[in-house]
């Protein structure tokens, strides 16, 4: 079906929603009125390829070298007005994609040619903690800096953004996010739908407001949320797919830096009617089986990823819906809709699969007792943590778990009407339980890790982490980057062993001057400067001893009370 047919009535639909007055409980258009849903196709970024292939000298393994260059660039999302301003990865955006064999490590250097100095955080990996992105740890203008990571862990898909301290906001709302996927050929004999960009689609989200010029709004003086009345998948507001009669597999991402998302699909002919789908992996990788939902709760720096199977709507029109009244954010005429789907009407033959069993879910073991209540709140004109905020240097490490061992934490939502995404770097977490709000646990949290959890009004949710491999200092904070800009963002220090024997205290702290960004000069990019420095950066082995500190790790403990 020619997707042609439908435009005319989604043009009109979306005038009449802009001429007559808003909804009980939807806002007025902030940017212009935006007319052209599902008027364009939605964008696929890029695969990032290396540069070279540097041979590590202690492994002799190859490490992939990669330079992703920030810098401005101009993109036109408004057809009758002017051109919006960004600065991304590449000068794109979101940034192109990294897709890397699991056990190939790689050193990506960033340089820093766009407006506002810049911090990169890999979400999802456990990076050393002076390649984690720590927020001070920013690289200037005109500066670079070599991150370098392990790609060790099981399959994911990861996504790498900006951190730096008090315009992470800005950065990434004007285009510093980009998808990671960790690929484990492993996973390939489940026989999952496959192609990246074909059949497996990243769908990442976004919400973001607009000048009468077509200009971006700035969030740079906002202090509690920008929602965004603009909705956009992979860059494209409202954009359309067209696809075949079969299963898909979707990866989902919610790069916004203030609105959450609670997300169904419907048949354009039987609106209201929420159709199921099976929800397979979370931040940390595949579920232990496939979840089938027929909505889907996705908050800020959240992936979910979903099969859905078109097949038996050939000729249909699908669209991906956005529920009204999710958390605490503000509703717009449009913000209810995501994308359409478009189904041919050819017949093909479809060989994926969807298997009963996905993996076996390596959750933390169980203990008694909590050892940390934090309560995330507004007070004092700022966003604390237990009453701290992040620019307390003194008192900001909040938790100083022992490496090597598992500790039981309760976030606290007590501010008011606002949600808070909480993220803790470096570990991957159960999702126990929560309560005092309108939600259990959901399936899909429970049968996977995860590294965000959304917290909505009111609401407790305690989660358990096994904090290793490393030792270090990393941060824990609030995803809504607003919130995460105004302070609400703490530490936690992973303590060194006495007697472990696996020190590498030029890890520990991420500020390390060793490991910081340099300045730009054509020296350091000569082919043997790339090649010296990043095997220099191997010959401390960050990572190849990962699965032998691990088991060291297990036998520690065998004999010690934490």
Known sequence: MSQFKFRPVVVLLALCSYLTPALAGVDNWLSPVYTWLYQFPLPIPPVKAPSKVITNPVTGNGINYYEVDIHQFSTNVYPNRGNATLW?????????????ERGTEAVVRFVNNARLANSVHLHGSYSRAPFDGWAEDITPVGWYKDYYYPNSQNARMLWYHDHAIDHTAENAYYGQAG????HDPAEDSLNLPSGYGVYDIPLILTAKQYNSDGSLFSPAAETTSLYGDVIHVNGQPWPFLNVQPRKYRFRFLDASISRSFFLYFEKDI?????????????????LSSPQQVSDLYLSIAERYEIVFDFST????????RNSRDVGA??????SDKVMRFVVSNTAVTDTSSLPASLRTIPYPPDKAGIDHHFKFESKNGHWEINGVTFSDVANRVLARPKRGTVEKWELENSSGGWTHPIHIHLVDFKVVSRVNGHRSVQSYEAAGLKDVVWLGPGETVTVEAYYAPWDGVYMFHCHNLIHEDHEMMAAFNVTVLEGFGYNETHYIDPMEERWRAKVQSPAAFTDSAITTRVQEMASFEPYNKVAEVEQKLVEYWATRTP
């Open 88 to 100: 991304g990865y590449d000068g794109i955006s979101p940034g192109p994609t990294f897709i890397i």
């Open 179 to 182: 998808a990671y996927i960790l």
């Open 270 to 286: 039987q609106q209201g009617t929420k159709l199921p789908f099976h929800v397979i992996a979370s931040d940390a990788g595949l």
């Open 313 to 320: 709507y050939a000729g249909k029109n699908i669209t991906l």
């Open 329 to 334: 954010d503000r509703d717009y005429p449009h």
